[in-house]
């Protein structure tokens, strides 16, 4: 099945730093990669996703990227700011037909200082 | 109220006890999820309903039942947990499964004596 590798477990920064949130997926049929936000005892939300025909999708300060090639994708937020401090999730979906797996990393949280 | 909500926000039970998890959508969604969030662990993803109709069985263990009566509601029937089953359920829903955003319910925080 599919694996999700998620790095790095915690992230500190500065106030108006950049971040940068990596994760490595097994299976190359996962065509979907969301990224989730979870505040602290808050649900889970969606922030950002990018499917696979796509290199690179941004929404001002957070950004996506993907590399099919080397299975891998990356968070990135810049001009960080403290209410940004939250655990971040990346998933791999694939979804197809019948077909339908979605697995998550284990999650980053991340501490913005200001 | 809106979005997704799910009751009770906390239970404590026995191991020989059942108890239901309920959870309602208000978005008009056609797929619903049920998630279990452990700490230090990833999200799992444990049961996927489309339509009424599971789709999805992650290999969850038979003392968790679901249940799914329409496109509005998702429970999760519980008995005969053990301890290491204590953890955050969240319920999700989606316009179609397998295929863009998911919405989260706030989860119920389930703690097994």
């Known amino acids: 099945g599919e694996n999700v590798e998620q790095h790095p477990s915690t992230l500190s920064v500065q106030e108006g730093d950049s971040a940068v949130i990596k994760c490595t997926y097994s299976?190359?049929?996962?065509?979907?990669f969301p990224w989730y936000k979870q505040e602290l005892g808050k649900r889970p939300q969606l922030i950002i996703d990018?499917?696979?025909?796509?290199g690179e999708k941004k929404d001002q300060r957070i950004a996506v990227t993907l590399n099919k090639t080397a299975k891998h994708f990356s968070l990135h937020i810049t001009e960080t700011q403290p209410e940004d401090s939250a655990v971040y999730f990346c998933?791999?979906?694939?979804?197809?037909?019948?077909?339908?797996?979605?697995?998550f990393g284990k999650g980053t949280l991340l501490t913005v200082n200001p | 109220e809106t979005g997704v909500t799910q009751t009770p926000r906390h239970l404590v039970m026995g191991m020989t006890n059942k108890k239901s998890l309920k959870c309602e959508q208000h978005?008009?969604?056609?797929?619903m999820y049920w998630y279990k969030q452990s700490a230090k662990k990833p999200l799992e993803l444990m049961f996927v309903?489309?339509?009424?109709?599971?789709?999805e069985n992650n290999s969850v263990p038979s003392r968790f039942s679901p249940e799914c009566p329409n496109s509005s509601h998702l429970f999760l029937h519980l008995h005969t947990l053990q301890p290491e089953d204590s953890a955050l359920y969240l319920c999700?829903?989606?316009?179609?499964?397998?295929?863009?955003?998911?919405?989260f319910g706030p989860g119920t925080r389930l703690t097994v004596l």
């Open positions: 309903y489309s339509l009424e109709e599971r789709v």
């Open positions: 999700a829903s989606s316009q179609d499964w397998a295929a863009g955003e998911q919405f």
């Open positions: 299976d190359s049929a996962s065509n979907y």
């Open positions: 998933a791999a979906s694939i979804s197809g037909g019948s077909n339908y797996k979605l697995t």
């Open positions: 978005l008009g969604h056609n797929a």
């Open positions: 990018i499917r696979s025909n796509v």
